[in-house]
């Protein structure tokens, strides 16, 4: 059973820097194909994909964030942190982490099929 | 990268079929058979019901379908049911950025 659970901080001020945790169950970021992802999504608004890793330590980011963002992974504890830079109010969201994992014939999937609670971060001085 | 154009809202009556469109580009949903439908009720996370546009994780009922003509992708809801109500979102892998990019949302309401 595949689990993700989103950990750190609810209240931010501005410029500050924001570290998340995801630690997760049901799976190892060492297996071949497997990812982990952070989307987030602003009160009444849209998701947005901030950034995703890989198993072989492959790291994508949003361009619009890339400056701010850093995505690491600690394989012997399960977990994938997000640190985010220099927050600001418009940056208010829930941040959630998701799994991606590989499809049936054994490639990389490009969808999130597991998906942790979220945890709401509020920027405000 | 802008994100997928979705209609904001969509409703329909108990039994009826609705479809839900998302509008993107030749290089994300036109490009790839990657597009995914996420279903969210207020106050939860996400929840896969189609991925690679037409495949449904097991569990998802197959009232929930998923197509795909050039640069538009669309999720049907056959049946509609109260539970249905909820947003939607779709997603596409996209060449230009390699991170997924996902659609402006729509809102499903049961009349």
């Known amino acids: 059973q595949i689990t993700l659970k989103e950990s750190g901080p609810t209240l931010v001020k501005p410029t500050q820097t924001l570290t998340l945790t995801c630690t997760f169950s049901?799976?190892?970021?060492?297996?071949?194909?497997?990812?982990v992802g952070w989307i987030r999504q602003p009160p009444g608004k849209a998701l947005e994909c901030l950034a995703l890793?890989?198993?072989?330590?492959?790291?994508h980011y949003s361009p619009s964030l890339k400056s701010r963002l850093t995505i690491t992974k600690d394989t012997s504890k399960n977990q994938v942190v997000l640190t985010m830079t220099n927050m600001d109010p418009v940056d208010t969201a829930t941040y959630y982490c998701?799994?991606?994992?590989?499809?049936?014939?054994?490639?990389?999937?490009?969808?999130?099929?597991?998906w942790g609670q979220g945890t709401l971060v509020t920027v405000s001085s | 990268q802008s994100a997928l154009t979705q209609p904001a809202s969509v409703s329909g009556s108990p039994g009826q079929s609705i479809t839900i469109s998302c509008t993107g580009t030749?290089?994300?949903?036109?490009?790839?058979?990657?597009v995914s439908w996420y279903q969210q009720h207020p106050g939860k996370a996400p929840k896969l019901m189609i991925y690679?546009?037409?495949n449904r994780p097991s569990g998802v009922s197959n009232r929930f379908s998923g197509s795909k003509s050039g640069n538009t992708a669309s999720l049907t809801i056959s049946g509609l049911q109260a539970e249905d109500e909820a947003d939607y979102y779709c997603?596409?892998?996209?060449?230009?950025?390699?991170?997924?990019?996902f659609g402006t949302g729509t809102k499903v309401t049961v009349l």
């Open positions: 890793i890989y198993w072989n330590d492959d790291k």
């Open positions: 998701a799994h991606r994992g590989v499809t049936i014939f054994g490639v990389v999937s490009y969808y999130f099929d597991y």
């Open positions: 030749s290089s994300d949903v036109g490009g790839y058979n990657h």
């Open positions: 049901g799976f190892s970021l060492s297996t071949s194909g497997v990812g």
């Open positions: 997603s596409s892998y996209t060449s230009s950025i390699t991170l997924d990019v």
């Open positions: 690679d546009v037409t």
